[in-house]
């Protein structure tokens, strides 16, 4: 057992104050309407009398069952189930004993509640354990006061406490009455990796029946009684807003109950990183029946104006930041001339080792290559939507989102209302993917409810969901490789940009594996809203790296693996600069594990393989995807994928989210691209924006993990950004062209011949 | 506004809505049966899948006017008790990650085992094609519908 301190102090584990000495704590309501089925499936499972709380994550029965709120909002990653397994592993509790219900949001009580840069499990790893801990502890202290025997005699193990000398034992349903009296320990002792029982064995996700009978358990599920339908209307383009609007014909439309203007922002309100928002001023349509509300939406009759250019200052994880939002109606034809213009000249210098210029001013040989990629809209499945209440100078919220506290302040200002009055829900979300960190729709319902004075699900329509984005934004990136007249690599040169931020990471591989480097950047301000999309930036850097280290690979005529793992044994022996931020060995090690897995090097007739690797979110990440031609068509036929992401919680459930990120990852490779004219989106809907189907996803998918005892780092993010690259480099195998662009497959001249 | 009788997952329920009314909200918003999901409106998703007399529809672009009496099965009267073959395939596999497209992608796969109880992989990819699944489990979500089929055989 490892001693640790419970560093983050008692307040983690705060009680219900006015149930403090324990007693009959009454379920918390989760969605009104949506009653966890999961308890009335356990119908063979008696329920108890009476719950006691034992700390805010766990409450148990008197009969033993175990209550855990799990704390984080889930929109597929299953961390309904992997973060209770966390604290039933250390309570040392049956699994099947276990009922998981979704904690509202509740700063206080449950830290920060954040899914999302693949730090949901990283960062609770051990909070959640000691929350399991400390409650055995509390269980076995409880049992030591009964049975008048010392606590360290006292073994807590699959709920049952046991005094072995003196021959007792009791359920921990039997103690938790005075377990839930008993102050919180300061000190806990948490197990080590190989006493683990729960942790690092599949288990199914907890939702699953809920899922596949259609059970209420999304944000657009919600409903409360007198709850009006409100849809919101937004400018056609970016660098558009409201002027005016004639309501008239609109609200003569059956069903309708009022049409409003809302501004999502007070004046002078300082937002937040997650405050984005092109849109600000919208209009409103409020009434009785989805239906009805879509068909007046058409009626309304709104006049737009351009916007003014304008700064603004935004706080966020990195501290104060200007930004510069111009006036205009931007065009992807445009974007991409002023994206070449840049790319020409030279960038702001990030990182420079060595002589690069010298290095390349007498090669014998330069490889120049450059890539690029297109906005992407999110496209969740379930699309943004709200539930709001007003009453007076309080709401209650239930919405789908990836950061519910850091859309408090935003609500408690343009509300008007105090930050302590908002109550939130967080219902499952229908897809995220970085979307849902964005919550302007929340703000946006709760105005809405203001405004008409009832209970409002807004409900965004498909196409105002992909046009009111809040986009990964469009890229670009130079590669140069400076080799000598024996073809040995002597340096290597990106400049990478976009519109409006630079995707590149400069520290990360191969900085560190080389003696001379140079990184520029260069970014180019814009209007069109960009945010967080699965592994941001990293998923443009990963393909446009990993396709040139393949391509300079073959020029230097070296294996890609052995290529690959040649620059990392040199950033392992001899690191050029101090700031890289991988770890060479961890880096090596997928690699290694790929080249096994995978049988790399063996022939496999008509099958072309591309390999890639990538280091972000804390975690290393490899593919290998076959690929064939089929009637002139690529099918991929398989990915074998190996990743190091410290200890696996729920391993079948971490394939399946790897399995996601490559598909997701394929998908958009082959097809995801939003293109603008005059500020408008050019597709809305899914006629338009091709998404990946069934069709065209791998056959097989095979993924394995790096065993080590090393706490657990980011799993949703990682596997998605080397598929790019993968995909690139067996197209290339498979076609004889390199793919510089993406989307890989779209309107330009087919892929193969 | 006209009313309709409809015979839904076994039961009558009657409505009073206009009669262009999609389906999909007919069910979701006045029979609050809202394992029915919304992801595109324009038949492009399959998230909205039901059956009308068997067959896999798409119900976002399915008037109610339509229906008259065809028997209309939703995610909801797949199974009584949640035990249809594609329900207890899809727990085996554990399919789901968000979960949203996967009440019509199971609706979809019940319907495809029903015509052809022996699909081969390209049949079960050309029945499955209309569902997107953004979170991407589609090989799962093959793996399942193979599953139900041999287990509906044997
Ligand atoms: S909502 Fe009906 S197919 Fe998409
Ligand atoms: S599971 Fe999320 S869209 Fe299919």
């Known amino acids: ?753 | 506004m006209a009313k309709f009788n409809l015979k839904i997952n076994g039961k009558n329920h009657e409505v009073d809505v206009d009669p262009s009314t999609p389906m999909l909200w007919v069910l979701r918003d006045h029979l609050k049966l809202i394992g029915t999901k919304y992801g595109c409106g324009i038949a492009q998703c399959g998230s909205c899948t039901i059956h009308l007399n068997g067959l896999a529809v798409r119900s976002c672009m399915l008037m109610v006017s339509a229906i008259g009496n065809q028997e209309v099965t939703t995610i909801e009267g797949l199974s009584e008790n949640g035990d249809h073959p594609v329900q207890k395939a899809w727990l085996k596999v554990d399919v789901p990650q968000c979960g949203y497209c996967q009440a019509g992608q199971i609706m979809t796969a019940a319907a495809l085992l029903e015509q052809n109880p022996n699909p081969s992989d390209s049949e079960i990819e050309m029945a499955m094609n209309g569902n997107i699944c953004r979170c991407g489990t589609y090989t799962r979500i093959k793996k399942a519908v193979q599953l139900a089929a041999t287990d509906t055989n044997s």
């Open chain 1, 1 to 753: 057992m490892t001693l640790i301190r419970t560093k983050i102090g008692r307040r983690a584990f705060i009680k219900n104050t006015s149930l403090a000495g324990g007693g009959l704590v009454l379920g918390f309501n989760i969605l009104s309407s949506c009653k966890p089925e999961q308890a009335k499936e356990m119908a063979s499972i008696e329920m108890p009398k009476e719950w006691f709380e034992i700390n805010s994550y766990l409450k148990i029965g008197d009969n033993g069952l175990v209550t855990i709120y799990t704390p984080n909002p889930e929109f597929g990653q299953n961390i309904r189930t992997s973060m209770p397994m966390l604290i039933a592993e250390e309570l040392d509790v049956d699994w099947k004993s276990v009922i998981v219900e979704q904690a509202p949001y509740h700063a206080e009580k449950y830290g920060f509640q954040f899914t999302g840069g693949s730090q949901g499990i990283r960062r609770r790893w051990e909070p959640l354990r000691m929350a399991g801990a400390s409650a055995r502890q509390m269980l076995q202290e409880a049992a030591a006061q009964s049975w008048q025997v010392p606590i360290e005699e006292i073994t807590a193990e699959g709920g049952v406490l046991v005094h072995e000398t003196s021959n007792q034992s009791a359920g921990y349903g039997e103690m938790a009455s005075v377990a839930a009296k008993l102050p919180v320990p300061d000190e806990v002792e948490l197990k080590e990796v190989k006493d683990f029982k729960i942790i690092g064995e599949s288990h199914k996700n907890v939702d699953a029946k809920s899922i596949v009978t259609g059970k209420p358990m999304f944000g657009s599920d919600y409903q409360k009684e007198g709850m009006l339908i409100a849809m919101v209307e937004h400018p056609p383009a970016f660098g558009m807003t409201l002027e005016s609007v004639d309501v008239t014909a609109a609200k003569a439309m059956p069903g309708i109950k009022d049409v409003v203007t809302i501004k999502s922002f007070k004046d002078g309100f300082e937002k937040g990183g997650f405050d984005t928002n092109a849109f600000p001023e919208l209009v409103a349509i409020v009434g009785n029946s989805t239906w009805e509300v879509m068909q007046a939406k058409k009626q309304l009759k709104v006049k737009w104006k351009p916007i003014t250019g304008y700064s603004e200052t935004v706080n966020g994880f990195r501290g104060k930041e200007t930004k510069n939002i111009p006036a205009g109606l931007e065009s992807t034809e445009t974007h991409k001339a002023k994206m070449e213009e840049l790319a020409g000249k030279a960038g702001k210098i990030v990182r420079k080792d060595g002589k690069p210029e010298a290095a390349f001013k007498n090669a014998a040989k330069i490889l120049e290559r450059s890539y690029s990629a297109p906005y992407l809209a999110h496209n969740s499945m379930e699309p943004l939507n709200a539930f709001a209440h007003v009453v007076g100078d309080k709401v209650k919220i239930a919405a789908p989102v990836q950061i519910p506290s850091l859309i408090v302040p935003t609500i408690a200002s343009s509300l008007g209302i105090l930050a302590e009055n908002i109550e939130m829900e967080i219902p499952r979300m229908g897809g995220g993917f970085g979307r849902k960190a964005y919550a302007h729709y929340v703000v946006e319902a709760a105005l809405i409810s203001q405004k008409v004075n009832a209970p409002v699900k807004l409900l965004y329509t498909r196409e105002d969901d992909m046009t009111n984005g809040i986009y990964r934004p469009t890229y670009h990136a130079t590669y140069r490789a400076a080799l000598d007249e024996n073809n040995n690599l002597m340096a290597l040169h990106v400049k990478a940009g976009g519109i409006p931020e630079s995707p590149l990471f400069a520290n990360r591989f191969p900085a560190g594996a080389l003696d001379n480097y140079l990184a520029e950047e260069w970014s180019i301000d814009s209007n069109i809203s960009i945010g967080a999309f699965r592994a941001p930036r990293s998923n443009f850097m990963a393909g446009a790296e990993q396709a040139f280290l393949d391509e300079l690979a073959e020029t230097l005529g070296k294996d890609p693996i052995e290529f690959r793992l040649d620059l990392l044994k040199r950033a392992k022996k001899d690191p050029v600069g101090e700031q890289n931020d991988y770890d060479a060995e961890r880096y090596a090690g997928v690699l290694e594990l790929l080249h096994e897995k995978a049988a790399w090097g063996q022939d496999n007739g008509n099958v072309h393989r591309g390999i890639s690797a990538y280091f972000c979110h804390n975690s290393y990440a490899a593919h290998v995807l076959d690929l064939t031609i089929e009637n002139g068509k690529p099918v991929v036929q398989n990915v074998c994928c190996a990743i190091d992401c410290g200890i696996v919680v729920n391993p079948d459930a971490a394939k399946n989210m790897a399995e996601g990120a490559i598909i997701d990852g394929i998908g958009n490779a082959f097809f995801g691209e939003l293109t603008f004219k005059d500020g408008i989106p050019q597709k809305n809907n899914f006629d338009q924006y091709q998404m990946i189907r069934m069709a065209d996803a791998p056959k097989e998918i095979d993924v394995h993990f790096v065993q080590n005892e090393i706490a657990p780092t980011g799993m949703g993010e990682p596997p998605f950004p080397p598929i790019f690259g993968a995909l690139a480099n067996a197209l290339y195998q498979a076609t004889g062209l390199r793919h510089y662009q993406q989307p890989f497959v779209s309107d330009r001249p087919p892929l193969v011949g």
